[in-house]
T-cell receptor, first 115, second 111 residues
Framework: DAGVIQSPRHEVTEMGQEVTLRCKPI?????LFWYRQTMMRGLELLIY????????DSGMPEDRFSAKMPNASFSTLKIQPSEPRDSAVYFC?????????????FGEGSWLTVV | GQQLNQSPQSMFIQEGEDVSMNCTSS?????WLWYKQDPGEGPVLLIA?????ELTSNGRLTAQFGITRKDSFLNISASIPSDVGIYFC???????????FGQGTTLQVKP
């Protein structure tokens, strides 16, 4: 079975440029999460969706960050304009509904470097 | 807000030794999860715990959901070199799937 699929795996971009990260959750999963991982702050939840609806975006750092989930099989995380401090690994994760709804499965991450 | 304290921060052990790490929470959780992250990869789920007092094994790994619902531990028996990585605990106090992660325990195993 395919896991959570993220793209790109690696991106290097210049400060000020727009960055779009993409995610395809596991088929049938109702919840989707975007996490950011840095050495200093560890794993931070940015936003999560339930049935394509954003439920909690309190972790989104600032207005430069936005996330969308137009359908059950696709989500994007956009940073515009990007800054060097946005350099991190961005993980997408998904979770099924029901009794195991709290078990989330991660993608392999998008490694972002802003220079 | 909710906080998870994971310890130890790092461990350097000899192959064959047993390993123990734990997490404590400032509030009650109804789910505890343990993940392992290899370099360059995303966290992979090892064990999921849903009930206070629950003790679950997965091969050489054993994890328990504390009866106070504020703590959990993970034990690895007879460690091997491929156990190297970062281990994260994660907890949730709701049914929405929103998880709080610990800071991670970095494990190194000397052959």
């Amino acid at each position: 079975d395919a896991g959570v699929i993220q793209s790109p795996r690696h991106e290097v971009t210049e400060m000020g440029q727009e960055v779009t990260l993409r995610c395809k959750p596991i088929s049938g999963h109702n919840s989707l999460f975007w996490y950011r991982q840095t050495m200093m702050r560890g794993l931070e939840l940015l936003i999560y969706f339930n049935n394509n609806v954003p439920i909690d975006d309190s972790g989104m750092p600032e207005d430069r960050f936005s996330a969308k989930m137009p359908n059950a099989s696709f989500s994007t995380l956009k940073i515009q304009p990007s800054e060097p401090r946005d350099s991190a690994v961005y993980f997408c994760a998904s979770s099924p509904s029901g009794g195991s709804g709290n078990t989330i499965y991660f993608g392999e991450g998008s490694w972002l470097t802003v220079v | 807000g909710q906080q998870l304290n994971q310890s130890p921060q790092s461990m350097f052990i000899q192959e064959g030794e047993d390993v123990s790490m734990n997490c404590t929470s400032s509030s009650i959780f109804n789910t505890w999860l343990w993940y392992k992250q290899d370099p360059g990869e995303g966290p992979v789920l090892l064990i999921a715990l849903y009930k206070a007092g629950e003790l679950t094994s997965n091969g050489r790994l054993t994890a328990q959901f504390g009866i106070t619902r504020k703590d959990s531990f993970l034990n690895i028996s007879a460690s091997i070199p491929s156990d190297v990585g970062i281990y994260f605990c994660a907890g949730s106090s709701s049914n929405t799937g929103k998880l709080i992660f610990g800071q991670g325990t970095t494990l190194q195993v000397k052959p």
